[in-house]
């Protein structure tokens, strides 16, 4: 090994140390010469402690080349085969169901007109959802959502910048409200009517109502750490400020 030949070079530049000073020590012929025992057991002594270093820097360094056992964590490629209640496959996971309810779908790249509402609103339904709860006047509904600025429209967001999401912009990545509560736009709320759970639409939002929306204080706002979203919301109302809600229900009640 390469990293031994330091040490194998401090071994040999001992010995060749205590050799020298053996050899320079006399002795009177017919008798033992106390320096001589003496060198060689400061040779012996030398030596073993000389031993000693070598074998504990080898263990250093085989102790630092050794790859240390990794942390106990999550392992987020696990969860795709975790089994879950319901799963009759034993090929489901966690994260597949979300993304098959919640993911895209073939029929949402349909090209469907926008219904106008008689508020001025318009929308368009990509999903119907599923189940027997539709959102009416009371409902309290959970839903995720997206708002773009018509008017930022780019090559890479045709449909407007956004300058709001549940998931950017909230703890639980949805919006809790009743429907009729004041607490969002009216005209968003009429777009929503109907809505199953699962069901995905845009809702279209003229400037007129996006302005009235703004002074009685029924805008989502976008969060602190939102820069981005804070000055587009500023500078929206310098121009059109019509507004695209992408709009998912999670849950109605």
Do not use: H
Request: proline share 6%; charged share 25%.
């Amino acid at each position: 090994m390469k990293t031994s030949t330091p040490i194998l070079s401090m071994l040999l530049a001992a010995n060749w140390t205590t050799t020298q000073a053996f050899s320079v020590i006399p002795s009177r012929p017919g008798k033992k010469s106390t320096a001589l025992y003496a060198s060689s057991d400061r040779r012996s002594f030398f030596l073993q402690q000389s031993t000693k270093a070598a074998s504990a820097s080898a263990a250093l360094l085989f102790t630092s080349s050794s790859p240390q056992p990794a942390s106990a964590g999550i392992d987020p490629n696990a969860l795709k085969s975790f089994a879950v209640e319901g799963d009759t496959t034993g090929a489901s996971s966690r994260l597949r169901q979300i993304e098959s309810a919640n993911g895209p779908r073939p029929e949402d790249s349909k090209d469907i007109a926008f219904e106008v509402l008689p508020s001025g609103a318009s929308f368009r339904e990509y999903r119907e959802g599923k189940g027997e709860a539709t959102i009416q006047p009371g409902s309290k509904v959970a839903a995720e959502m997206t708002i773009r600025c018509r008017s930022f429209a780019t090559a890479d967001a045709p449909g407007g910048l956004t300058y709001f999401t549940t998931k950017g912009d909230t703890d639980f990545n949805e919006l809790a409200w009743t429907i009729g509560s004041g607490e969002l736009p009216p005209e968003l709320e009429e777009g929503m009517i109907g809505m199953r759970k699962g069901a995905v639409r845009r809702i279209e939002l003229p400037s007129t109502a996006v302005f009235a929306a703004r002074k009685n204080g029924s805008l989502p706002l976008p969060s602190d750490k939102n820069k981005d979203g804070k000055r587009r919301f500023e500078n929206l109302f310098k121009t059109d400020a019509t507004l695209m809600f992408e709009v998912l229900v999670t849950r109605i009640k």
